[in-house]
Nanobody, 127 residues
């Protein structure tokens, strides 16, 4: 059983940066594809970024235009989401998710593919 615990959310101003963390426990971290999703108020959960292995494979949502980048620290079994140039429309609950799978393709962008989820952390960006 995998446990995921997010932290680092909060209230920031437009243009600020913020880094979220997600601590992974319960099984080997190395085998999991780790992803970040977000759910804005009143909207569906959407893909933000994903990372696999030692940061050699990283993916970000195209509409975020490189502002958000996922990374992982194998020694700490932790995945991060670095968020830069934050905008009010980035306001959402941010979730990390884990899936053990031996390949990467478009499935990483589908929330229903992931087996484990954290409880979420709120990010609010004021204008």
């Amino acid at each position: 059983q995998v446990q995921l615990l997010e932290s680092g959310g909060g209230l920031v101003q437009a243009g600020d940066s913020l880094r979220l963390s997600c601590a992974h426990s319960g099984r080997s971290f190395s085998n999991d594809v780790m992803a970040w999703f977000r759910q804005p108020p009143g909207k569906d959960r959407e893909f933000v970024a994903a990372v696999w292995y030692d940061n050699a494979l990283r993916y970000s949502s195209e509409y975020l235009k490189g502002r958000f980048i996922a990374s992982r620290d194998k020694a700490k079994s932790t995945v991060y989401l670095q968020m830069n140039s934050l905008k009010p429309e980035d306001t959402a609950v941010y979730y990390c998710a884990a899936k053990e799978r031996g390949y990467i393709d478009d499935w990483i962008r589908r929330a229903n593919e992931y087996d484990y989820w954290g409880q979420g952390t709120q990010v609010t960006v004021s204008s």
